[in-house]
């Protein structure tokens, strides 16, 4: 099958060497010229996949033409570049092709929309849309290593259809018709990844940052339903398990950015150092502004906001958490006898 492949960070690549590993004639398109031509002849990218090579038959290249007889086409940008990469994209793409975003956030141009959403509209709802999203960092992905992902859709067939195409011994592939969770969870884990972080970064405990995750999750789900999801896609791939990679793996920039923070450096510093796109800083705007639209109580959302945003102190935040008023674990209120 002819995919083209948008966006040449480490998630695009490894995307790209999966397909390639399944049969399929890949064309990996790349935003800027010089990375470009460091790819074409270099073959590789030792800083985002260090040992991995791109094989000779990935064709690579700056234009967006070859999205013209694509019969798929993967959407692997940071989250600020979404909306303008689909923009673009619709202007060559055929109607009726599916497209597969990767991409974990929301849409902040867009009144912070889910990027299926985003995606749908720039290409006139004349595209099916796929989330595809679970615990796969692009290092252990590239190498082969194995791991599970949900492709999420409205569309039951394309959501097939990109479980077959990414489908092999190392990387399983479910279907699942909850975009709406998916998407939700992908954007979100990355809030607590970076919350777990600062955990780690101040020296707190395991048990601190088990508690942390787990209540992260429960918030994230109750906004999440709020907006249309499933609760149980919370407990899934997308959810839990992306959810538990990030917030664990030294790959994950958002817990290395959480680290730095933790052990006294100002959001901005630490995300300087961590040198890539922190997209749990962008996250947690989202959250804290869509928590207040829907009227959604998001106690960790908004400590996060208050350090990332307000320059807050991490262990007064910590301090103000656990002082919060008595409360039950879960949504339901108790049964009386
Ligand atoms: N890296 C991973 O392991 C991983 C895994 C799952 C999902 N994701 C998600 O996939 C998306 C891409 O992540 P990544 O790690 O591959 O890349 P990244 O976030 O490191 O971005 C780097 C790449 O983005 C491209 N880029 C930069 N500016 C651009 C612009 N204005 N327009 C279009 N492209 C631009 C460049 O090609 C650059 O190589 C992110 O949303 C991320 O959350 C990443």
């Known amino acids: 099958m002819k995919i083209f492949v948008l966006g040449s960070g480490g998630w695009g690549m490894a995307l790209a060497i999966n397909l390639h590993k399944n049969g399929h004639n890949v064309t990996m398109w790349t935003f800027f010229e010089e990375e470009c031509k460091k790819l074409q002849t270099e073959r590789k990218n030792e800083k985002l996949l260090p040992g991995?090579?791109?094989?000779?038959?990935?064709?690579?290249?700056?234009?967006?033409?070859?999205?013209?007889?694509?019969?798929?086409?993967?959407?692997?940008?940071?989250?600020?570049?979404?909306?303008?990469?689909?923009?673009n994209l619709a202007k060559v793409l055929p109607e009726g092709i599916p497209v597969i975003n990767v991409g974990k956030g929301l849409d902040a141009k867009h009144g912070y929309c889910r990027f299926s959403e985003t995606i749908k509209k720039a290409m006139n709802n004349k595209n099916p849309v796929v989330a595809l999203t679970g615990p796969t960092h692009a290092e252990e992905v590239s190498r082969g290593i194995p791991t599970a992902i949900v492709a999420a859709s409205e569309s039951r067939n394309a959501a097939e259809l990109t479980q077959d195409v990414f489908m092999n011994d190392t990387f399983r592939v479910y279907t699942s018709p909850d975009i709406v969770g998916a998407e939700l969870g992908g954007a979100f884990k990355n809030i607590i990844a970076l919350g777990a972080g600062?955990?780690?970064?101040?020296?707190?405990?395991?048990?601190?940052?088990?508690?942390?995750?787990?209540?992260?999750?429960?918030?994230?789900?109750?906004?999440?339903?709020?907006?249309?999801?499933?609760?149980d896609t919370f407990a899934g791939l997308s959810g839990v398990g992306d959810l538990i990679v990030t917030c664990c793996s030294m790959h994950s920039r958002n817990r290395r950015a959480g680290i730095l923070i933790g052990q006294g450096k100002s959001a901005k510093e630490a995300m300087d150092e961590v040198g890539a796109v922190v997209e749990g800083y962008y996250a947690t705007e989202a959250g804290y502004q869509l928590a207040k639209k829907m009227g959604v109580e998001m106690p960790i959302v908004e400590a996060m906001y208050h350090v990332l945003y307000e320059g807050g102190n991490a262990r007064d935040a910590i301090g103000k958490l656990m002082g919060r008023a008595k409360t039950h674990e879960s949504e339901e209120v108790w049964i009386t006898k």
């Open 52 to 87: 991995v090579i791109i094989p000779d038959d990935i064709y690579i290249t700056t234009s967006m033409e070859g999205a013209k007889d694509a019969e798929l086409v993967v959407l692997a940008v940071p989250s600020f570049a979404v909306a303008t990469t689909a923009e």
């Open 198 to 231: 600062i955990s780690d970064g101040l020296g707190l405990g395991d048990n601190s940052k088990a508690a942390f995750m787990t209540r992260g999750l429960t918030e994230i789900a109750r906004l999440g339903v709020k907006l249309g999801a499933r609760q």
